[in-house]
Protein backbone atom coordinates (compact mmCIF):
# COMPACT_ATOMS: atom_id res chain seq x y z
CA UNK A 1 0.00 0.00 0.00
CA UNK A 2 1.47 3.08 -0.92
CA UNK A 3 2.16 6.07 2.12
CA UNK A 4 -0.91 8.21 0.63
CA UNK A 5 -3.60 5.35 1.25
CA UNK A 6 -1.76 3.79 4.38
CA UNK A 7 -2.09 8.02 5.59
CA UNK A 8 -5.58 7.55 4.65
CA UNK A 9 -6.40 4.26 6.54
CA UNK A 10 -4.77 5.08 9.71
CA UNK A 11 -6.44 8.61 9.27
CA UNK A 12 -10.07 6.81 8.79
CA UNK A 13 -9.32 4.68 11.82
CA UNK A 14 -8.42 7.84 13.85
CA UNK A 15 -11.72 9.16 13.04
CA UNK A 16 -13.71 6.33 13.29
CA UNK A 17 -11.90 5.71 17.02
CA UNK A 18 -12.76 9.23 17.83
CA UNK A 19 -16.63 9.05 16.90
CA UNK A 20 -16.81 6.07 19.58
CA UNK A 21 -15.08 7.31 22.23
CA UNK A 22 -18.66 9.81 23.59
CA UNK A 23 -16.50 11.70 26.25
CA UNK A 24 -14.01 13.16 24.17
CA UNK A 25 -16.02 14.21 21.11
CA UNK A 26 -18.75 15.15 22.95
CA UNK A 27 -16.30 17.18 25.55
CA UNK A 28 -14.37 18.80 22.42
CA UNK A 29 -17.57 19.97 20.58
CA UNK A 30 -19.61 20.63 23.45
CA UNK A 31 -17.12 22.98 25.32
CA UNK A 32 -16.66 25.48 23.00
CA UNK A 33 -20.88 26.10 22.13
CA UNK A 34 -21.43 26.12 26.20
CA UNK A 35 -18.69 28.47 26.50
CA UNK A 36 -20.19 30.43 23.17
CA UNK A 37 -23.47 30.64 25.24
CA UNK A 38 -22.38 31.48 28.35
CA UNK A 39 -20.13 33.90 27.76
CA UNK A 40 -22.41 35.46 25.76
CA UNK A 41 -25.36 35.07 27.85
CA UNK A 42 -23.59 36.67 30.82
CA UNK A 43 -21.20 39.14 29.28
CA UNK A 44 -22.50 39.10 25.56
CA UNK A 45 -24.65 42.67 26.37
CA UNK A 46 -22.18 45.01 26.31
CA UNK A 47 -19.88 45.87 23.30
CA UNK A 48 -16.08 45.65 23.17
CA UNK A 49 -13.81 48.21 21.74
CA UNK A 50 -10.85 47.75 19.61
CA UNK A 51 -9.12 50.00 17.63
CA UNK A 52 -11.27 52.49 18.38
CA UNK A 53 -14.29 50.40 16.73
CA UNK A 54 -16.90 49.10 18.66
CA UNK A 55 -18.29 45.08 18.55
CA UNK A 56 -21.06 43.46 19.64
CA UNK A 57 -19.64 41.34 22.49
CA UNK A 58 -22.01 38.26 21.10
CA UNK A 59 -19.19 38.09 18.05
CA UNK A 60 -16.04 38.76 19.89
CA UNK A 61 -17.12 35.67 21.71
CA UNK A 62 -17.76 33.71 18.28
CA UNK A 63 -14.22 34.49 17.19
CA UNK A 64 -12.99 33.93 20.86
CA UNK A 65 -14.59 30.04 20.79
CA UNK A 66 -12.92 29.61 17.49
CA UNK A 67 -9.72 29.97 18.59
CA UNK A 68 -10.51 28.16 21.83
CA UNK A 69 -11.79 25.33 19.73
CA UNK A 70 -9.20 24.87 18.01
CA UNK A 71 -6.73 24.65 20.79
CA UNK A 72 -8.60 22.17 22.53
CA UNK A 73 -8.07 19.97 19.28
CA UNK A 74 -5.25 20.54 18.48
CA UNK A 75 -3.31 20.93 21.74
CA UNK A 76 -5.38 19.30 24.28
CA UNK A 77 -6.81 16.47 22.32
CA UNK A 78 -3.90 15.77 20.24
CA UNK A 79 -1.65 15.38 23.96
CA UNK A 80 -4.26 13.74 26.18
CA UNK A 81 -4.55 10.78 22.61
CA UNK A 82 -1.18 10.70 22.24
CA UNK A 83 -0.52 10.21 26.29
CA UNK A 84 -3.43 7.65 26.83
CA UNK A 85 -2.26 5.53 23.05
CA UNK A 86 1.75 5.82 24.70
CA UNK A 87 -0.12 4.13 28.11
CA UNK A 88 -2.04 1.50 26.51
CA UNK A 89 0.90 0.41 24.20
CA UNK A 90 -0.37 1.47 21.08
CA UNK A 91 3.01 3.62 20.21
CA UNK A 92 4.79 0.78 20.90
CA UNK A 93 2.71 -1.34 18.63
CA UNK A 94 2.77 0.67 15.73
CA UNK A 95 6.51 0.97 16.21
CA UNK A 96 6.84 -3.16 15.71
CA UNK A 97 5.32 -3.03 12.51
CA UNK A 98 6.46 -1.69 9.16
CA UNK A 99 4.20 1.50 8.87
CA UNK A 100 6.70 4.56 9.32
CA UNK A 101 6.55 6.04 12.56
CA UNK A 102 5.92 9.66 11.26
CA UNK A 103 3.32 8.30 9.20
CA UNK A 104 1.35 7.93 12.63
CA UNK A 105 2.09 11.06 13.97
CA UNK A 106 1.15 12.59 10.75
CA UNK A 107 -2.42 11.12 10.71
CA UNK A 108 -3.14 11.95 14.29
CA UNK A 109 -1.76 15.77 13.66
CA UNK A 110 -4.20 15.78 10.39
CA UNK A 111 -6.66 14.52 12.26
CA UNK A 112 -6.35 17.12 14.95
CA UNK A 113 -6.29 19.98 12.68
CA UNK A 114 -9.50 18.75 10.68
CA UNK A 115 -11.77 18.83 13.87
CA UNK A 116 -10.45 21.66 15.13
CA UNK A 117 -11.37 23.39 11.70
CA UNK A 118 -14.73 21.68 12.02
CA UNK A 119 -15.04 23.11 15.29
CA UNK A 120 -14.37 26.73 14.07
CA UNK A 121 -17.04 26.02 10.97
CA UNK A 122 -19.36 24.98 13.87
CA UNK A 123 -18.93 27.63 15.88
CA UNK A 124 -18.96 30.25 13.24
CA UNK A 125 -22.19 28.69 11.92
CA UNK A 126 -23.57 28.95 15.50
CA UNK A 127 -22.82 32.52 15.89
CA UNK A 128 -24.23 33.49 12.47
CA UNK A 129 -27.53 31.68 13.01
CA UNK A 130 -27.81 32.71 17.06
CA UNK A 131 -26.12 35.90 16.93
CA UNK A 132 -26.01 37.27 13.49
CA UNK A 133 -22.15 37.54 13.75
CA UNK A 134 -20.28 38.77 10.33
CA UNK A 135 -18.37 36.26 8.50
CA UNK A 136 -15.32 37.83 7.10
CA UNK A 137 -14.96 38.31 2.80
CA UNK A 138 -12.12 39.52 0.71
CA UNK A 139 -8.99 40.01 2.63
CA UNK A 140 -10.51 39.47 5.69
CA UNK A 141 -11.46 35.69 5.13
CA UNK A 142 -7.97 35.30 3.24
CA UNK A 143 -5.97 36.37 7.19
CA UNK A 144 -8.76 34.17 8.52
CA UNK A 145 -7.86 30.92 6.85
CA UNK A 146 -4.27 32.11 7.17
CA UNK A 147 -4.05 32.45 10.75
CA UNK A 148 -6.08 28.81 11.07
CA UNK A 149 -3.86 27.17 9.12
CA UNK A 150 -0.34 28.04 10.92
CA UNK A 151 -2.19 28.47 14.49
CA UNK A 152 -3.45 24.98 13.94
CA UNK A 153 -0.25 23.54 12.90
CA UNK A 154 1.43 25.57 15.75
CA UNK A 155 -0.88 23.88 18.25
CA UNK A 156 -0.69 20.66 17.06
CA UNK A 157 3.17 20.82 17.38
CA UNK A 158 2.92 22.00 20.75
CA UNK A 159 0.52 19.44 21.64
CA UNK A 160 2.95 16.47 20.57
CA UNK A 161 5.58 18.16 22.46
CA UNK A 162 3.64 18.50 25.17
CA UNK A 163 2.72 14.68 25.26
CA UNK A 164 6.24 13.92 25.61
CA UNK A 165 6.65 15.84 28.67
CA UNK A 166 3.60 14.55 30.08
CA UNK A 167 4.76 10.53 32.00
CA UNK A 168 1.30 9.13 32.16
CA UNK A 169 -2.62 9.48 31.28
CA UNK A 170 -3.55 9.85 34.65
CA UNK A 171 -1.24 13.42 35.01
CA UNK A 172 -2.12 14.32 31.45
CA UNK A 173 -5.55 16.29 32.02
CA UNK A 174 -3.75 18.24 34.56
CA UNK A 175 0.07 19.29 33.12
CA UNK A 176 -2.13 19.79 29.89
CA UNK A 177 -4.92 22.05 31.00
CA UNK A 178 -2.31 23.15 33.59
CA UNK A 179 -0.31 24.74 30.63
CA UNK A 180 -3.46 26.34 28.66
CA UNK A 181 -5.76 27.15 31.03
CA UNK A 182 -3.87 29.81 32.12
CA UNK A 183 -3.02 30.87 28.67
CA UNK A 184 -6.55 31.68 27.60
CA UNK A 185 -6.99 33.48 30.67
CA UNK A 186 -4.55 35.87 29.96
CA UNK A 187 -4.83 36.04 26.81
CA UNK A 188 -8.43 37.34 26.61
CA UNK A 189 -9.94 34.49 25.31
CA UNK A 190 -12.87 33.80 28.09
CA UNK A 191 -12.54 37.54 29.56
CA UNK A 192 -11.81 40.74 27.55
CA UNK A 193 -8.08 42.06 28.64
CA UNK A 194 -8.84 45.89 29.93
CA UNK A 195 -6.55 48.74 29.48
CA UNK A 196 -5.67 48.87 33.57
CA UNK A 197 -4.85 44.75 33.38
CA UNK A 198 -1.03 44.79 35.07
CA UNK A 199 2.00 45.18 32.79
CA UNK A 200 2.92 41.53 33.87
CA UNK A 201 -0.45 39.82 31.82
CA UNK A 202 0.49 41.71 28.64
CA UNK A 203 4.21 40.49 28.66
CA UNK A 204 3.40 36.68 29.71
CA UNK A 205 0.44 36.81 26.57
CA UNK A 206 2.64 38.26 23.95
CA UNK A 207 5.33 35.61 25.16
CA UNK A 208 3.46 32.57 23.80
CA UNK A 209 1.32 31.64 20.93
CA UNK A 210 -2.64 31.63 22.63
CA UNK A 211 -2.69 35.59 22.16
CA UNK A 212 -0.95 35.81 18.87
CA UNK A 213 -3.65 33.44 17.43
CA UNK A 214 -6.64 34.51 19.30
CA UNK A 215 -5.60 38.35 17.89
CA UNK A 216 -5.47 36.73 14.36
CA UNK A 217 -8.60 35.23 14.82
CA UNK A 218 -10.41 38.20 16.09
CA UNK A 219 -9.58 40.96 13.77
CA UNK A 220 -9.56 39.02 10.57
CA UNK A 221 -12.87 37.66 11.96
CA UNK A 222 -14.38 41.41 12.85
CA UNK A 223 -12.60 42.46 10.16
CA UNK A 224 -10.77 45.48 12.84
CA UNK A 225 -8.34 46.31 10.53
CA UNK A 226 -5.31 45.79 12.90
CA UNK A 227 -4.99 42.19 11.91
CA UNK A 228 -0.74 42.05 11.93
CA UNK A 229 1.22 39.45 9.88
CA UNK A 230 3.81 39.46 12.50
CA UNK A 231 1.37 37.51 14.86
CA UNK A 232 1.28 34.94 12.48
CA UNK A 233 5.16 34.80 12.20
CA UNK A 234 5.59 34.35 15.88
CA UNK A 235 2.86 31.47 15.68
CA UNK A 236 5.16 29.94 12.93
CA UNK A 237 8.25 30.48 15.27
CA UNK A 238 6.07 28.47 18.10
CA UNK A 239 5.57 25.72 15.65
CA UNK A 240 8.64 25.25 14.63
CA UNK A 241 10.02 25.38 18.60
CA UNK A 242 7.19 22.77 19.16
CA UNK A 243 8.65 20.14 16.33
CA UNK A 244 12.01 20.65 18.02
CA UNK A 245 10.98 19.62 21.52
CA UNK A 246 8.57 16.97 20.53
CA UNK A 247 11.65 15.20 18.26
CA UNK A 248 13.74 15.73 21.67
CA UNK A 249 11.08 14.38 24.16
CA UNK A 250 8.73 12.42 22.07
CA UNK A 251 8.26 8.87 23.85
CA UNK A 252 7.04 5.69 21.89
CA UNK A 253 6.81 4.01 25.38
CA UNK A 254 5.60 4.83 28.64
CA UNK A 255 7.23 5.29 31.44
CA UNK A 256 6.21 4.49 35.02
CA UNK B 1 20.93 -26.91 5.04
CA UNK B 2 18.87 -24.73 7.65
CA UNK B 3 18.98 -21.18 7.37
CA UNK B 4 19.78 -19.24 10.82
CA UNK B 5 16.78 -16.97 11.47
CA UNK B 6 18.45 -15.42 14.88
CA UNK B 7 22.17 -15.43 16.02
CA UNK B 8 23.45 -13.47 18.77
CA UNK B 9 26.96 -13.37 19.92
CA UNK B 10 28.18 -12.23 23.71
CA UNK B 11 24.83 -10.33 24.25
CA UNK B 12 25.30 -7.73 27.19
CA UNK B 13 22.71 -5.00 28.42
CA UNK B 14 23.43 -3.23 31.28
CA UNK B 15 20.74 -0.60 33.07
CA UNK B 16 23.32 1.70 34.98
CA UNK B 17 24.67 -0.64 37.76
CA UNK B 18 22.58 -3.60 36.85
CA UNK B 19 23.42 -6.25 33.88
CA UNK B 20 20.55 -7.59 33.05
CA UNK B 21 21.80 -9.69 30.15
CA UNK B 22 25.44 -11.11 30.98
CA UNK B 23 26.98 -12.36 28.11
CA UNK B 24 24.37 -14.34 26.21
CA UNK B 25 24.69 -16.71 22.68
CA UNK B 26 21.90 -17.88 21.14
CA UNK B 27 20.89 -19.18 17.56
CA UNK B 28 17.68 -19.83 15.69
CA UNK B 29 16.99 -21.49 12.43
CA UNK B 30 14.00 -21.38 10.26
CA UNK B 31 11.04 -23.07 10.95
CA UNK B 32 12.01 -24.34 14.81
CA UNK B 33 10.10 -23.24 17.49
CA UNK B 34 12.54 -22.09 20.30
CA UNK B 35 11.96 -21.47 23.67
CA UNK B 36 13.74 -19.06 26.00
CA UNK B 37 12.76 -20.57 30.16
CA UNK B 38 13.14 -18.71 33.20
CA UNK B 39 12.00 -17.09 36.08
CA UNK B 40 10.47 -13.37 36.00
CA UNK B 41 13.52 -11.02 35.43
CA UNK B 42 15.99 -13.54 34.08
CA UNK B 43 16.33 -11.04 31.32
CA UNK B 44 14.07 -13.09 28.74
CA UNK B 45 11.75 -9.72 28.22
CA UNK B 46 15.35 -7.68 27.71
CA UNK B 47 16.66 -10.46 25.02
CA UNK B 48 13.38 -10.32 22.92
CA UNK B 49 12.93 -6.67 23.30
CA UNK B 50 16.56 -5.92 21.56
CA UNK B 51 15.77 -8.48 18.90
CA UNK B 52 12.73 -6.68 18.05
CA UNK B 53 14.75 -3.31 17.87
CA UNK B 54 12.40 -2.12 20.97
CA UNK B 55 16.45 -1.32 23.30
CA UNK B 56 19.38 -0.67 22.06
CA UNK B 57 22.48 -3.29 23.39
CA UNK B 58 25.38 -2.72 25.75
CA UNK B 59 27.51 -4.68 23.99
CA UNK B 60 27.71 -7.96 21.54
CA UNK B 61 26.36 -9.01 17.87
CA UNK B 62 22.90 -9.38 17.19
CA UNK B 63 21.26 -10.45 13.74
CA UNK B 64 17.71 -11.43 12.75
CA UNK B 65 17.73 -12.37 9.16
CA UNK B 66 20.89 -11.18 9.16
CA UNK B 67 20.16 -7.68 9.71
CA UNK B 68 20.45 -5.21 12.94
CA UNK B 69 17.50 -5.09 14.30
CA UNK B 70 18.62 -1.72 16.57
CA UNK B 71 18.63 0.02 12.79
CA UNK B 72 15.10 -0.19 12.81
CA UNK B 73 14.63 -1.12 8.75
CA UNK B 74 11.34 -1.07 7.70
CA UNK B 75 12.32 -4.38 5.31
CA UNK B 76 12.87 -6.26 8.42
CA UNK B 77 10.08 -5.33 10.24
CA UNK B 78 7.52 -6.68 7.18
CA UNK B 79 9.16 -10.15 8.33
CA UNK B 80 8.65 -10.10 11.67
CA UNK B 81 5.84 -10.38 13.63
CA UNK B 82 5.78 -9.31 17.65
CA UNK B 83 3.52 -9.93 20.38
CA UNK B 84 4.97 -8.33 23.39
CA UNK B 85 3.47 -8.49 26.97
CA UNK B 86 3.70 -4.28 26.69
CA UNK B 87 1.62 -3.82 23.78
CA UNK B 88 -1.99 -2.88 22.88
CA UNK B 89 -4.37 -1.63 20.08
CA UNK B 90 -6.84 1.25 19.81
CA UNK B 91 -9.74 -0.09 22.57
CA UNK B 92 -12.89 2.16 20.07
CA UNK B 93 -11.87 -0.18 16.82
CA UNK B 94 -13.39 -3.44 16.01
CA UNK B 95 -11.45 -6.86 15.81
CA UNK B 96 -11.61 -6.44 12.22
CA UNK B 97 -10.97 -2.95 11.45
CA UNK B 98 -7.54 -3.50 13.93
CA UNK B 99 -6.84 -6.43 12.16
CA UNK B 100 -7.36 -4.43 8.73
CA UNK B 101 -5.20 -1.18 9.99
CA UNK B 102 -2.56 -3.36 10.67
CA UNK B 103 -2.28 -5.80 7.64
CA UNK B 104 -1.78 -2.40 5.55
CA UNK B 105 1.18 -1.81 6.47
CA UNK B 106 2.69 -4.88 4.85
CA UNK B 107 3.41 -6.14 1.19
CA UNK B 108 2.32 -9.32 1.48
CA UNK B 109 -0.25 -9.78 4.07
CA UNK B 110 -2.48 -12.57 4.76
CA UNK B 111 -6.39 -12.02 4.74
CA UNK B 112 -8.02 -10.74 7.63
CA UNK B 113 -10.77 -12.88 8.17
CA UNK B 114 -8.35 -15.82 7.47
CA UNK B 115 -6.26 -14.42 10.41
CA UNK B 116 -9.05 -13.75 12.82
CA UNK B 117 -10.07 -17.40 11.91
CA UNK B 118 -6.52 -18.65 13.03
CA UNK B 119 -6.81 -17.02 16.55
CA UNK B 120 -10.53 -18.18 17.18
CA UNK B 121 -11.49 -14.55 17.12
CA UNK B 122 -14.10 -15.02 14.19
CA UNK B 123 -17.26 -14.67 16.41
CA UNK B 124 -15.91 -11.42 17.66
CA UNK B 125 -14.68 -9.89 14.28
CA UNK B 126 -17.58 -7.46 14.37
CA UNK B 127 -17.18 -6.62 18.26
CA UNK B 128 -15.04 -3.40 19.64
CA UNK B 129 -11.71 -3.74 20.54
CA UNK B 130 -12.75 -2.57 25.03
CA UNK B 131 -15.43 -5.53 24.58
CA UNK B 132 -13.08 -8.37 24.79
CA UNK B 133 -11.65 -10.42 27.61
CA UNK B 134 -8.16 -10.45 28.46
CA UNK B 135 -7.64 -14.08 26.88
CA UNK B 136 -9.04 -12.31 23.54
CA UNK B 137 -7.52 -9.17 23.56
CA UNK B 138 -4.20 -11.59 23.96
CA UNK B 139 -5.07 -13.32 20.80
CA UNK B 140 -6.35 -10.30 18.41
CA UNK B 141 -2.42 -9.48 19.27
CA UNK B 142 -1.34 -12.39 18.06
CA UNK B 143 -3.97 -11.97 14.64
CA UNK B 144 -1.70 -8.34 14.86
CA UNK B 145 1.43 -10.13 14.52
CA UNK B 146 -0.01 -12.22 12.19
CA UNK B 147 -1.72 -9.94 9.75
CA UNK B 148 1.71 -9.32 7.58
CA UNK B 149 2.41 -13.26 7.24
CA UNK B 150 5.92 -12.81 9.07
CA UNK B 151 8.43 -15.58 8.67
CA UNK B 152 9.42 -15.08 12.34
CA UNK B 153 7.54 -15.05 15.25
CA UNK B 154 7.99 -13.31 18.77
CA UNK B 155 5.88 -14.49 21.47
CA UNK B 156 6.57 -12.99 25.32
CA UNK B 157 4.93 -14.63 27.54
CA UNK B 158 2.22 -15.56 25.26
CA UNK B 159 0.02 -17.51 27.93
CA UNK B 160 0.35 -15.39 30.88
CA UNK B 161 -2.67 -14.66 33.20
CA UNK B 162 -4.37 -17.71 30.78
CA UNK B 163 -6.90 -20.39 32.31
CA UNK B 164 -5.96 -23.92 31.39
CA UNK B 165 -8.74 -23.84 28.53
CA UNK B 166 -7.08 -20.56 26.83
CA UNK B 167 -3.28 -21.89 27.59
CA UNK B 168 -4.28 -25.02 25.38
CA UNK B 169 -6.08 -22.79 22.52
CA UNK B 170 -2.62 -21.04 22.62
CA UNK B 171 -0.83 -24.12 22.66
CA UNK B 172 -2.34 -25.40 19.36
CA UNK B 173 -2.24 -22.38 17.78
CA UNK B 174 1.52 -21.97 18.07
CA UNK B 175 1.58 -25.77 16.51
CA UNK B 176 -0.45 -24.24 13.81
CA UNK B 177 2.35 -21.57 13.06
CA UNK B 178 5.04 -24.07 13.42
CA UNK B 179 3.01 -26.58 10.65
CA UNK B 180 3.05 -23.30 8.62
CA UNK B 181 6.43 -23.35 8.96
CA UNK B 182 7.04 -19.81 10.74
CA UNK B 183 9.57 -19.60 13.03
CA UNK B 184 8.60 -18.86 16.63
CA UNK B 185 10.59 -17.53 19.16
CA UNK B 186 8.85 -17.77 22.74
CA UNK B 187 9.47 -16.63 26.18
CA UNK B 188 7.90 -18.15 28.89
CA UNK B 189 8.03 -19.35 32.69
CA UNK B 190 6.60 -22.65 32.37
CA UNK B 191 8.37 -25.32 32.11
CA UNK B 192 5.39 -27.57 30.30
CA UNK B 193 5.16 -24.65 27.72
CA UNK B 194 8.27 -25.20 26.65
CA UNK B 195 8.22 -29.06 26.95
CA UNK B 196 5.16 -28.95 24.95
CA UNK B 197 5.92 -26.55 22.52
CA UNK B 198 9.50 -26.11 22.02
CA UNK B 199 12.10 -27.76 19.54
CA UNK B 200 14.59 -26.20 21.77
CA UNK B 201 15.07 -24.58 25.08
CA UNK B 202 17.39 -22.14 26.46
CA UNK B 203 16.75 -21.94 30.62
CA UNK B 204 18.21 -18.31 31.40
CA UNK B 205 18.70 -17.43 34.97
CA UNK B 206 20.17 -13.93 36.33
CA UNK B 207 21.06 -12.87 32.33
CA UNK B 208 22.98 -16.00 31.29
CA UNK B 209 22.10 -19.04 29.53
CA UNK B 210 22.32 -22.09 31.77
CA UNK B 211 21.50 -24.84 30.06
CA UNK B 212 20.27 -25.34 26.22
CA UNK B 213 18.74 -28.68 24.31
CA UNK B 214 15.63 -30.48 23.23
CA UNK B 215 13.53 -30.46 25.97
CA UNK B 216 13.56 -34.20 26.75
CA UNK B 217 17.29 -34.24 26.72
CA UNK B 218 18.14 -30.27 28.67
CA UNK B 219 20.94 -30.37 30.88
CA UNK B 220 21.50 -34.21 30.80
CA UNK B 221 18.00 -34.65 31.40
CA UNK B 222 17.65 -38.30 29.47
CA UNK B 223 19.95 -39.40 31.34
CA UNK B 224 19.43 -38.88 35.25
CA UNK B 225 18.15 -41.16 37.40
CA UNK B 226 14.50 -42.31 37.39
CA UNK B 227 12.73 -42.12 40.83
CA UNK B 228 10.23 -44.82 42.25
CA UNK B 229 8.61 -43.93 45.15
CA UNK B 230 6.35 -45.96 47.55
CA UNK B 231 4.67 -46.59 50.83
CA UNK B 232 4.18 -49.77 52.66
CA UNK B 233 1.25 -49.86 54.86
CA UNK B 234 1.10 -50.13 58.82
CA UNK B 235 2.33 -53.22 59.75
CA UNK B 236 4.46 -54.50 56.71
CA UNK B 237 7.61 -55.63 57.78
CA UNK B 238 10.73 -53.42 57.09
CA UNK B 239 11.72 -52.20 53.76
CA UNK B 240 15.01 -54.13 52.89
CA UNK B 241 18.26 -51.95 52.32
CA UNK B 242 18.30 -50.48 48.49
CA UNK B 243 19.39 -47.58 48.68
CA UNK B 244 16.16 -45.67 49.65
CA UNK B 245 15.81 -42.21 51.29
CA UNK B 246 13.33 -41.54 53.90
CA UNK B 247 10.67 -38.74 53.14
CA UNK B 248 8.94 -36.94 55.22
CA UNK B 249 5.61 -38.53 54.65
CA UNK B 250 6.51 -41.42 55.61
CA UNK B 251 7.71 -43.20 52.08
CA UNK B 252 10.68 -44.30 50.30
CA UNK B 253 12.08 -42.36 47.44
CA UNK B 254 14.56 -44.69 45.00
CA UNK B 255 16.72 -44.05 42.42
CA UNK B 256 17.06 -46.57 39.66
CA UNK B 257 19.50 -46.74 36.63
CA UNK B 258 17.18 -49.23 35.41
CA UNK B 259 13.77 -48.67 36.59
CA UNK B 260 12.27 -51.86 35.29
CA UNK B 261 14.71 -54.01 37.25
CA UNK B 262 14.54 -52.22 40.20
CA UNK B 263 10.30 -51.76 40.24
CA UNK B 264 10.57 -55.55 39.26
CA UNK B 265 12.23 -56.11 43.09
CA UNK B 266 10.21 -53.99 45.12
CA UNK B 267 7.21 -54.95 43.97
CA UNK B 268 8.14 -58.51 44.00
CA UNK B 269 9.35 -57.69 47.20
CA UNK B 270 6.53 -56.82 48.38
CA UNK B 271 3.66 -59.12 46.93
CA UNK B 272 6.17 -62.71 48.40
CA UNK B 273 5.42 -60.96 51.96
CA UNK B 274 1.39 -60.53 50.75
CA UNK B 275 1.15 -56.85 50.79
CA UNK B 276 0.82 -54.03 48.21
CA UNK B 277 2.46 -50.50 48.51
CA UNK B 278 -0.36 -47.86 49.40
CA UNK B 279 2.17 -45.72 46.86
CA UNK B 280 3.92 -47.11 44.54
CA UNK B 281 4.80 -44.42 41.49
CA UNK B 282 7.81 -44.64 38.58
CA UNK B 283 8.59 -40.94 37.29
CA UNK B 284 11.68 -39.63 35.19
CA UNK B 285 12.88 -36.59 36.28
CA UNK B 286 10.73 -33.27 34.83
CA UNK B 287 11.74 -30.73 33.02
CA UNK B 288 11.02 -28.68 36.23
CA UNK B 289 13.70 -30.87 38.06
CA UNK B 290 15.94 -29.76 35.76
CA UNK B 291 14.87 -26.46 35.29
CA UNK B 292 14.99 -25.79 39.44
CA UNK B 293 18.23 -27.49 39.52
CA UNK B 294 19.28 -25.15 36.78
CA UNK B 295 17.66 -21.67 38.62
CA UNK B 296 18.19 -22.21 42.09
CA UNK B 297 22.25 -23.00 41.98
CA UNK B 298 22.14 -19.25 40.84
CA UNK B 299 20.29 -17.77 43.20
CA UNK B 300 23.49 -17.90 45.65
CA UNK B 301 25.40 -15.36 43.70
CA UNK B 302 25.96 -11.74 44.01
Known amino acids: ?256 | MSERVVEVRGLRKRYGDLEAVRGVDLDVDRGEVFALLGPNGAGKTTIVEILEGFRTRTEGEVGVFGRDPAASERSLKERVGIVLQSTGVDPFLTVRETVELYRAAYPRPRPAGEVIELVGLAEKANARVRRLSGGQLRRLDVAVALAGDPELLFLDEPTTGFDPAARRGAWALVRDLAALGKTVFLTTHFMDEAQTLADRVAVIAKGEIVAEGSPATIAGRDRMLARIRYRAPAGAPAVPEWGQEALPDGSFLLRAEDPTTMAHEVAGWALERGFSFEVFEVTQPSLEDVYLDLTESEEGEP
Open chain 1, 1 to 256: MSAGALLAAQLRATNRSFWRNPAAATFTFAFPLVFLVVFTTLLGQGETVIGGTSFDNSTYYVAAMATFGVITACETNLAMGVVVARDAGVLKRVRGTPMPPWLYLSARVTHAMLIGFLLVAITVAFGVIAYEAQVPTGIDLVRFVASLLVGAGCFAALGLAVSGIVPNAEAAPAIVNGIILPLLFVSGVFVPIGDDAPSWVNTVADIFPVRHFFDTMRDSFLGTGSFAWSDVGVMALWLAIGIVVAMRTFRWESRR
